[in-house]
């Protein structure tokens, strides 16, 4: 069975059990309300009864017993209205009966009666000396009232009526009940259509959406469903979907930088192999003259070391990348290292043109690995130099709240924002024909850069305009700022 034809099912079941369950403590507090109703108006008359018949001596104002013209008057009068009595006294000897009414009154009532209760009977067989006109069957419900007088038992009055009007009453109330049931059933019926409709479409909806997910489409999103718990379901499906959606894309990311990376590295092995492969066949079928041949065997020599250095740059990068190196930070003195760097590069910019200007106050400390922290510096500001010509590069550091930042900024050619986004990735090159440094000519300098970085938990971050320059910032945290930023990442 389907979902829909289900919940319509327990949904009428449901709510027309309850509405069964409703029905019939209503037709029993209705019967009962009858009953009481009629138990009321016959307590009423007997008491009007008794007032109307009851004699008493004028000198002492003592029962002297009941008068019969007032007995008979009532007797007819309430005859019409199909209600019946009669009157015992206090010797249990019956003084008079309407209509041959002969109540049937055992001796725990009488012990009752003469405490003073009242006692009702709801279904009572009494005898009549005549059928009473509309009436098949001599069930009645009656009371038994004792009268006293002077705190003295004179008089018990039996009065009873048929229960035939009650069952009239109560019948036309079971139509008119069972008449709104079958209007209600069908109201419940279309309720439960229309509601169970509304949930499996929405589960519908998310069915059909499930299925699209399930074909890699991952633009699928459902719209609001509710603020139910279907609804909650349908909004976690469409985070979901997100996920997925930016997950396949970083998948496919991955899978172009994978590419990308094995045709860079194939390339960059390439081009030494290349080299020394054609001199090798130079000196095998003696093409290289004797004077030239030193100078191929020096050519060979610098790309096999050429080689040797990108392998063990690859080898580097995957140890930094896997936090497989051990780190010694320490406080010390930046400034004297910026200095010794100064001094190192200051022929490679000479060179290029260039002028290297660092302004770093002395003993500036910064928390740090001290070889660590020398190949960050010397391979941004080594970047710096290879991408400026007959341009200036300045190197600033200072201060900052919770750390220490330093800044290398060049005028020299610049990156467009494509290249800005990609200088962080293995083998990227952003000019390739300026490629001529130990770490430029693998591509891997800027990526282990910033591996280095994110394991001291700082922060690195580039800023370039085309044509321009660019501009560095490295921070590194201070030692309990490290140490916080550490045991955040471990949690």
Known sequence: MKLMY??????????????????????????????????FQLRNDADSLVQDAIRYNPSDHSFEGFASPALNSNAKLLSDQNVHFAIYDATHNQVFASNGFTPTITADKW????????????????????????????????????????????????????????EQNMHQIKINLIMALLVAGLLTLLASYFLARSITRRVRNLQQATAQVAKENYDVQLPALGKDEIGDLGHSFNQMTASLKASQEEIHRQEERRRQFMANAAHEMRTPLTTINGILE??????????????????????????????????????????QITMERKLFDASAVLQNLEEQLSKKAQAQGDTLDV???????????????????????????QFTQHGQI??????????????????????TPEQLENIWERYYKADRSRMNTKYGESG????????????????????????????????????????NSKKEAND
């Open 282 to 323: 130079g000196l095998q079928y003696d093409v290289i003259s004797e004077e030239d041949k030193k100078h191929s065997i020096e050519l060979m020599q610098n790309e096999t070391k050429r080689l040797i250095r990108l392998v063990n740059d690859n080898l580097n990068y995957e140890k930094i990348r896997t936090n």
């Open 359 to 385: 302004d770093v106050a002395k003993g500036l400390l910064v928390y740090a690995d001290y070889d660590r922290f020398v190949q960050i510096m010397f391979n941004i500001i080594q970047n710096a130099i």
């Open 6 to 39: 289900r919940l319509m099912l327990s949904f009428f079941t449901i709510i027309m059990l309850l509405m069964i369950i409703l029905s019939f403590s209503f037709i029993n507090v209705t019967n009962q309300t009858l009953y009481h109703n009629v138990w």
């Open 111 to 166: 012990a009752k009666l003469k405490k003073g209760e009242t006692i009702y009977v709801r279904i009572a067989t009494p005898q009549l000396s005549r059928k009473v006109a509309d009436t098949r069957l001599p069930q009645m419900t009656e009371i038994i009232r004792p009268y006293r007088v002077k705190n003295k038992l004179v008089a018990v009055l039996a009065i009873a009526t048929f229960v035939s009007s009650i």
């Open 394 to 415: 300045k190197i600033r550091g200072k201060r900052v709240e919770n750390g220490t930042q330093f800044t290398v900024q060049d005028n020299g050619i610049g990156m």
């Open 444 to 483: 891997l300098g800027l990526a282990i850069v910033h591996r280095l970085v994110q394991l001291h938990g700082g922060k690195i971050t580039a800023q370039s305009e085309y044509g321009k320059g660019s501009t560095f910032s490295v921070y590194f945290p201070d030692e309990k700022t490290a140490l």
